[in-house]
């Protein structure tokens, strides 16, 4: 029986904390911060709140455990020191502003807790106190081997039991040896019993009714292949995990669901040691919630993901931030930046639409308060959110869907689902793509199809085929987005005006993205809205021509499609 939670709103350890637009006022922080915030999303439909008390560190004031603040007072900058070339490299560190203005950040961070602790408030009990005052369902959500101190084992963001090197992982990846997959080897009894004391402490003295254990924050546990001997310790270790979560509900009289946010290859996932489908046959889980590191899926196989899984658990549909790591254009601005979906709703409604109509139970929003942190004048769309695990409300509304992109900011091979864009189509050749999207009512209103090549003074003739529609080649020419990404509240005609108006400053100057990045070009194709078929899609690029040449000459008439577009738009008013 699927678990009654559908609208699920994830936080980190920090991001309450990195600058003053959650504290009202210039005071120090309080309680208040935590109930404003989750009164915010309950009023924007959120049903349960996953509250993340720790990175590798623990960021929460434990009674028990090592924290990441232990030995720092106010102002320390030497205390922070440590951890700049994790963030920046090496090379960033021969940069005295970039040095000084980190460590002003990283203080004024750390200040932000050590406020709240001088004033006796642990914010993880009232990220709890203030989901129970609002009506959501707190859950707790626990990063099994996050590694954003990786570069340095002595940076305040790492547990102690990360500085021996005997507990790390030797870091062997597909493309060699690095240093972001030498994480914590759980097959160390030092590694195991750390991360149990954390969970434990959370488990027993907090009042949460729900865990998921994030093994995409990072997909690392053993070294591969992992033997079976190996998968059996770290199953056990999950059900250790059941053990003190269902003798907490049985305290409680409430149940307390347990579960894994993972990445989607669930193989790859046995071959370091996490075997979920062993693990849902065993009755160790709730729920599971796969998705890529931090670029949304679109393509999941959810329906054989049901058949692994078994009926009795839960699947989640995780809503990343990026909707794919292909740049667009401020057209004010002149920057570039890829498409954060939280300032869209329409992209938002399409990725939860191809979700749902694939038969996920609810949606879980990862990284969604990153694009608030993105922009100093765009906001993320809360608004949206109420209605995006209902898939009845969502048909017959705009939305956008689009494909995963290889190559990003945050990329996670071989973990992630592969990629279908970029391709490159030489004459002659095809090229079919799939995705799942939701059935519209006829007077929903168009379904427009854009294509997005690297510019070609001579482009062919494309034609584009959706399901069982005849390929079309009527193609309109345009450089802009078939929806804006985000929008400014008042018309503005100048960079120089979008500055002195929005505050904008050199690290977050973007406005909305409207138009396509310099070198590309884009064509629109228009079908029936009808042709929408409930999950799987089918969309075929064909090249005219036929093939002849030398291989280089072919490849010099080649197109290059390095995005796919698909808009539901609502027919214009009459």
Known sequence: MALPNR?????????????????????PYSARVFHDHIAHLARHGIDT???????????????????????YRKGDREFCRGHLVCEGGPSALENPAWVEASLDKHVRLLNHYLELQEAGIDWVAECARACRQ?????????????????????????????????NRLTGRHIEGTRTYFAGLNYLRPAVREFMMGT??????????????????????????????????????????????????????GRPYAMGLRVPPTFDLLRSIGIDVPAMAQAELLDFVSPSNFWQTTWDLPYDTYRAKLGSAITIYGVIECAANWVPFLDAHTGLQSFRHQPFSPELLRGNAAGKLALGVDGLEYFNFFCADQHSSSLR???????????????????????????????????????????????????????????????????????????KKDDLPVLSVRFNECWPSTDGEATNCLLFPIGNLPLPID?????????????????????????????????????????????????????????????????????????????????
């Not at 008390?53 to 603040?69: C, D, E, L």
């Not at 209103?445 to 854009?450: K, S």
């Open 7 to 27: 609208n699920l709103f994830t936080g980190d350890c920090t991001y309450l904390f990195q600058s003053n637009q959650y504290n009202p006022g210039d005071g």
């Open 49 to 71: 709140y996953l509250c993340n008390p720790q990175a590798q560190g623990n960021w929460w004031p434990s009674r028990r455990m090592p924290t990441v603040f232990d030995g």
């Open 134 to 166: 609002h009506g959501l369902a707190p859950w707790l959500t626990i990063r099994m081997n996050d590694m954003h101190g990786c570069e340095n084992p002595a940076s305040y963001f790492n547990a102690p039991v990360f500085r021996d090197p005997a």
């Open 199 to 252: 969970i434990r402490e959370l488990v027993e003295d907090y009042d949460f009714e729900g865990i998921e254990l994030d093994w995409l924050r990072n997909p690392i546990c053993c070294e591969p292949n992992a033997t079976q001997a190996q998968i059996d310790q770290i199953t056990a270790f999950h059900a250790d995990v059941r053990s003190l979560t269902q003798a907490k509900a049985k305290q409680t």
């Open 380 to 454: 993320a769309d809360y608004g949206a959110l109420a209605d995006l695990p209902i898939l009845k409300k969502l048909r017959g509304q705009s939305k956008l869907y689009t494909l995963s992109s290889i190559f990003g900011d945050c990329w996670l091979p071989p973990f992630e689902q592969s990629e279908q864009i970029p391709v490159v189509l030489e004459q002659g050749w095809r090229r079919q793509f799939h995705l799942s999207m939701c059935a519209e009512p006829p007077n929903a209103g168009t379904l427009v199809v854009q294509v997005v090549v690297e």
């Open 494 to 574: 100048t960079p120089s005006q979008i500055k002195s108006t929005y505050g904008f400053n050199d690290r977050n100057p973007i406005g909305p993205l409207t138009h396509l990045a310099p070198g590309h070009q884009a064509m629109n194709y228009r079908f029936p809205v009808t042709a929408i078929r409930e999950g799987w899609n089918e969309i075929e690029i064909f090249a005219p021509g036929w093939a002849s040449g030398t291989a280089r000459e072919r490849l010099e008439q080649a197109v290059c499609v390095v995005n796919l577009d698909l808009a539901v738009i609502p027919n214009s008013p009459t």
